[in-house]
């Protein structure tokens, strides 16, 4: 499996960042993940990092160099992350539960499946041409279903921050699979946050995602989303992959094969993270009445957010992260 592996993460013109990003990847599969905190509710750096770690220790627990069912994974992995979010307030007594949004895609065998819950995105782009992405669940995706509002004034339009749908919210979250996506050498797979896609027309996205560029343009793309947004830019990350076909060679050929059994993961927040190359080859829609129910991931200020917690106190939420993947694990997937 060979695949080329770029992300990125900033803080845009917010006090903190609430996006968390990171990949993970044995010998025959790779996790891709990409959550964004709800900054309308308490802690949604807290949510995310749920999510992200919640992920990636289930794909250590269960790969075993490769998943047994993709789609499976990824449809229990977020509605148990959800459920974990749920337990870490109840263990940490919080007054009510951090949200976050989440897009995590798994590539194995050639073939990329990817589960979306909120309005970060995925996109499969091919020779410059983006063959699919997810569909937002969010107040302007709906109106643009129903008919009420026409797509290009989507961008403009008041209400384009309100998500019909989370993790760690009062409802069960409705996670959105995808069909199962053949890989083409060169295709790019792209998951991201509102910051960046919010700021960026289709084209502009387009123009820059194949695998020639991924590494080089998608820094530049983070610069023109950055300044697009101007004072108002929320934070803005991505994770992208370009794929290689069995016995292509890769475009930059610093390489590492996996041993058996052998996991890479990088996540991060703020932090820019370099491209990297690997060759891990080895021989082996929202329901109609949530929208009676908005989330605003934008409502700001002292009564909505009246503090933070610390990244020594995100890091022991980790431990009891880690309790709960524990818990719901299945013992023979540990």
Avoid at 43 to 70: C, H, S, V, W
Avoid at 190 to 197: A, N, R, S
């Amino acid at each position: 499996m060979k695949f080329s592996i770029f992300q990125e993460s900033r803080l845009g013109a917010r006090k903190i960042n609430q996006d968390r990003v990171g990949y993970c990847y044995s010998r025959d599969a790779l996790l891709m993940v990409v959550a964004d905190g709800m900054g309308g509710h308490l802690n949604g750096e807290l949510a995310a990092q749920i999510a992200l770690q919640y992920l990636t220790e289930l794909f250590r627990g269960e790969a075993r160099m490769r998943l047994g069912d993709p789609a499976r994974f990824l449809h229990h992995g977020l509605n148990d992350a959800h459920e974990a979010i749920l337990d870490c307030v109840r263990t940490r007594n919080l007054p009510e539960a951090p949200r976050t949004t989440c897009v995590a895609c798994v590539v194995q065998d050639g073939v990329a499946t990817w589960a979306h819950v909120g309005d970060s995105r995925l996109y499969h782009v091919r020779d410059g041409k983006i063959l699919s992405q997810t569909r937002d669940h969010s107040k302007v995706q709906w109106l643009v279903d129903t008919g009420q509002l026409r797509e290009e004034a989507a961008s403009r339009h008041p209400e384009r921050n309100k998500v019909l749908n989370c993790l760690g919210g009062s409802r069960p979250p409705q996670v959105d699979l995808s069909h199962r996506n053949r890989l083409a050498d060169g295709d790019a797979l792209v998951l991201c946050t509102d910051g960046l896609w919010g700021a960026l027309t289709p084209g502009m996205l387009a123009s820059v995602l194949s695998r020639k560029t991924l590494r080089k343009r998608l820094p530049t793309l983070l610069d023109l989303a950055q300044a697009r947004a101007g004072r108002g830019c929320d934070n803005l990350s991505v994770v992208a992959m370009s794929w290689t076909e069995p016995g292509a060679t890769l475009v930059d050929t610093s390489t590492r094969t996996l041993e058996l059994d052998e996991f890479a993961h990088e996540s991060s927040a703020a932090a820019r993270m370099r491209p990297k190359d690997r060759d891990a080859s080895g021989d082996a829609g929202a329901p109609a009445d949530t929208a009676t129910h908005p989330i605003d991931r934008e409502r700001a200020g002292a009564e909505a957010n009246p503090g933070y917690l610390s990244d020594e106190e995100i890091e022991r939420a980790i431990e009891e992260i880690r309790s709960a993947i524990r818990r719901r694990t299945p013992p023979g997937a540990r």
